[in-house]
């Protein structure tokens, strides 16, 4: 995915459709564009280019179905996982054009996105939320169980400096996790920081994101990568 396109350029065309929520692809260009690491993204419209694309990507390759009729993708057979040849993408996604059709006959499809699986690591979240009262807030937490069931999360007003960042990471009950756990090493806390601050600046300087979720964000001993990121617009300028 070559980013071509400024912030407000993918947000006003995404408002001009009448659309609150960015696709997949515009989410990954958006925050590509504030130099927050996202694997390289493309977007096949058919089998045949799929399986052209698929060798430039690499493997193990993930699809998602990109539609913005189409919510929970995977209630409808749009999300595959683990591919390990271009024949084997070609075949997924002509099923999965196939199944999303009948099961969603009205849904608008623009195509499948296709990326390369980031390897495992520990996940974490970066999150930014528009208060009425705060104005842009940012949010950090460990993935999976930490977020959802313990609610261990720091938050700041933006702008959050790289200082700030660095204590969002340290404040929560489980940073302890990212020292080390399970024979795993230490990750990398600059990165995750860095991502922190990114995300202030993305939210400063674009008043019609209500929110923005970077989840899971997945953090190496050295480097990070975001690999699901959902933003929601707003109608009306803060």
């Known amino acids: 995915m070559t980013t071509t396109r400024s912030p407000k350029e993918i947000i006003r065309k995404a ?3 009448e659309r609150l929520k960015l696709l997949e692809h515009e989410a990954f260009e958006l925050i590509k564009y504030y130099e927050i ?4 993204t493309l977007l096949a419209r058919d089998p045949k280019e799929a399986y052209e694309l698929a060798d430039t990507i690499g493997y ?3 699809l ?5 009729d189409i919510i929970h993708k995977s209630d409808v057979g749009g999300v595959r996982l683990g591919l390990m040849n271009r024949d084997e993408v070609a075949r997924v996604v002509e099923e999965m054009l196939k199944t999303v059709s009948t099961r969603v006959p009205h849904a608008r499809v623009l195509g499948v996105l296709m990326y390369r699986m980031a390897p495992p690591g520990l996940e974490v979240i970066v999150g930014g939320v528009r208060d009425p009262v705060f104005g842009a807030t940012i949010m950090f937490g460990l993935g999976g169980i930490f977020v959802e069931v313990l609610k261990d ?5 933006a702008p959050v400096r790289i200082t700030d960042a660095l204590e969002m990471i340290d404040e929560i ?27 202030s600046k993305l939210m400063i300087e ?15 001993s050295n480097g990070a990568i975001v ?10 300028s803060h």
Request: glycine share 4%; hydrophobic share 40%.
């Open 206 to 220: 674009n008043e019609e994101i209500s929110s923005i979720d970077l989840n899971p964000v997945i953090v190496y």
């Open 60 to 62: 193990p390759i993930a």
């Open 37 to 40: 690491p996202v694997p390289e």
């Open 173 to 199: 009950k489980s940073s302890k996790i990212l020292e080390g756990y399970r024979g795993q090493g230490p990750v990398d806390k600059k990165t995750i920081a860095e991502i922190i601050v990114k995300t």
């Open 64 to 68: 998602k179905i990109v539609s913005p």
């Open 153 to 157: 999360v720091s938050f700041r007003i």
């Open 15 to 17: 408002l001009s459709e």
């Open 227 to 236: 690999v699901d990121a959902r933003v929601i617009l707003s109608k009306v």
